[in-house]
């Protein structure tokens, strides 16, 4: 018996009904079906970011308030600027009429180390106290290191160390910042912001540079990250400190707009005196540790170091046979930058003067040093290299800072600020030439390496800047007991 079959037509296979089903989808919809413009251009702007009065109200309850309270830091560090910058040139005038205080430089020595083995306490750190306040908020910064450091430094000036002046400003500005900040109780993290403020108006009041400040404190806290969160309170506080202090009536001095054709051979010869820049800086980093060390090592008691710092430098002196490389030095960079020729010698000689001044504890910065430094270096070079002692000895003060304190970018801002916007690609590339062979060497011995100069990120635990922490390690291990820490000395480290 047959089975009947079936006689309707087969289906389509599964590829078939897909194609099928395909060419259904294709079909135009009919107009009734499809969206209008209207619809269309309704459906387009639910999709447009929607205004947010809300979060605006917030940024800008935000940005004034960090106005606010830069303005306020800007006011102080202006204010103690001022103050600083009048008390140095009253110091430098009594220096040069009375060049025999220069026999009394190792009792007032006495007297600054005693003071501060005694009353300064975490104070005798320096900037470094204030960088550690910046990475790791724990305690506030003393009250009294204010008076202290300017105290101290007015000393130094007046009976002849060889000092610079950033160090105390920087001081001074951070200690009145952390008394403000625990006057209206901020929490730490706002605390760690207005002392990177702090860094900003000091160095931008004192050297009439308000951009360059605020970028440097920004920079200088860590070598490979700047603090962005800071940047309007650094901002308002440099530019605020800069004013202050020009109403005040102090006038910083007109440094020369110079200019010069860039060319491939012009950079290469800056690129050549970079490397002497770098080194420059290093000899000026180790040699000051390097004293630091061992005259802790050989004088344990601190008061009695600065004695032996006076005697060194009044050798110095009769040596040399003039008083040109003691306090700040100034017209030995004024000379430069005129385009008057230098020696070698001279800056040879300021390192030393400023290395033995610092080292062996008396108190006071070393950024107008090595501005001196800088720019009788870049002057000597000039002559040698051929190139305009002026423009070498502008590129050669700035540069030479850029790499010993890991500050390439306010350096550069800094060098356009006072000697024009010409110089601003030669300057650049000494500054970050200058910073790259530098190393891991910093005048801020508490300064942190967040990523290294060949690329990679720094892993070690406390990531202190390389050089003067390996030289510690090593003299540790070696040297008797007793030698003192060797990064709390001079208070402009």
């Known amino acids: 018996m047959e089975t009947g079959g079936d006689d309707r037509e087969p289906g389509p296979t599964a590829p078939e009904r897909s194609l099928v089903d395909d060419r259904t989808e294709d079909r135009p919809e009919p107009d009734d079906l499809r969206p209008s413009l209207a619809q269309r251009v309704a459906a387009a702007a639910r999709e447009l970011p929607r205004p947010r009065p809300a979060e605006h109200l917030h940024l800008a309850i935000h940005l004034l308030r960090w106005v606010g309270l830069g303005a306020v830091v800007g006011v102080l560090a202006g204010g103690s600027a001022w103050a600083l910058l009048r008390a140095l040139d009253w ?60 105290g101290a430094t007015v000393v130094t000036q007046v009976f002849g160390g060889s000092a610079g002046r950033e160090g105390t400003g920087l001081q001074m500005a951070g200690s009145l910042t952390d008394w403000f900040s625990r006057t209206i109780r901020l929490p730490a993290a706002d605390r760690r912001i207005l002392l990177i403020a702090a860094l900003a108006g000091g160095f931008g009041a004192l050297f009439g540079v308000p951009l360059a400040g605020a970028v440097f404190g920004l920079e200088v806290q860590s070598v490979g990250r700047l603090r962005y969160d800071a940047l309007v309170p650094a901002l308002t506080a440099s530019v ?26 012009l950079l290469g010869k800056v690129a050549v005196a970079s490397l002497a820049f770098a080194a420059a800086g290093i000899v000026f980093i180790e040699l000051t540790h390097a004293i630091k060390v061992l005259v802790g090592a050989a004088i344990p008691w601190p008061p009695a170091r600065p004695i032996l710092g006076g005697l060194v430098i009044i050798g110095l002196v009769l040596l040399v046979g003039n008083q040109d490389y003691l306090g700040l030095s100034l017209p030995l960079a004024a000379h430069a930058i005129e385009g008057q020729p230098v020696g070698f010698e001279v800056f040879l000689l300021k390192i030393v003067f400023t290395s033995v001044t610092l080292g062996t504890g008396f108190q006071g910065g070393e950024v107008t040093p090595l501005f001196v430094v800088g720019a009788t270096l870049g002057a000597a070079l000039g002559t040698v290299l051929g190139v305009p002692v002026e423009v070498l000895a502008a590129i050669g003060y700035v540069a ?62 406390d990531g202190l800047v390389g050089g003067v922490r390996l030289a510690t390690r090593r003299w540790r291990r070696r040297g008797p007991r007793g030698a003192g820490r060797p990064d709390a000395g001079a208070g402009g480290s």
Not at 127 to 135: P, Q, S, V
Not at 240 to 265: F, K, R, S
Not at 413 to 436: D, K, N, R, W, Y
């Open 240 to 265: 605020v400190g800069n004013q202050v202090v020009l109403a005040l009536g102090v006038h910083h001095e007109l440094t020369p707009q110079l200019a010069i054709d860039v060319t491939p051979l």
């Open 91 to 150: 110091a430098t005038q009594v220096r040069l009429a009375n060049p025999w205080l220069l026999l009394l430089l190792p009792a007032a020595g006495f007297v600054v180390g005693f003071v501060y083995h005694r009353w300064a306490g975490t104070a005798i750190a320096g900037n470094n106290l204030l960088l550690d306040e910046i990475h790791d908020p724990r305690a506030w910064v003393p009250r009294r290191m204010a008076p202290l450091i300017y």
């Open 400 to 461: 030479v800072f850029a790499g010993a304190a890991n500050t390439p970018l306010a350096c550069t801002i800094m060098g356009v600020e006072l000697f024009g916007s010409h110089l601003i690609v030669p300057i650049a590339a000494a500054c970050v030439i200058t910073f790259v062979f530098s190393s891991h060497r910093s005048i801020y011995g508490r300064q942190r390496v967040a990523v290294r100069k060949d690329g990679t990120v720094d892993d070690r635990p």
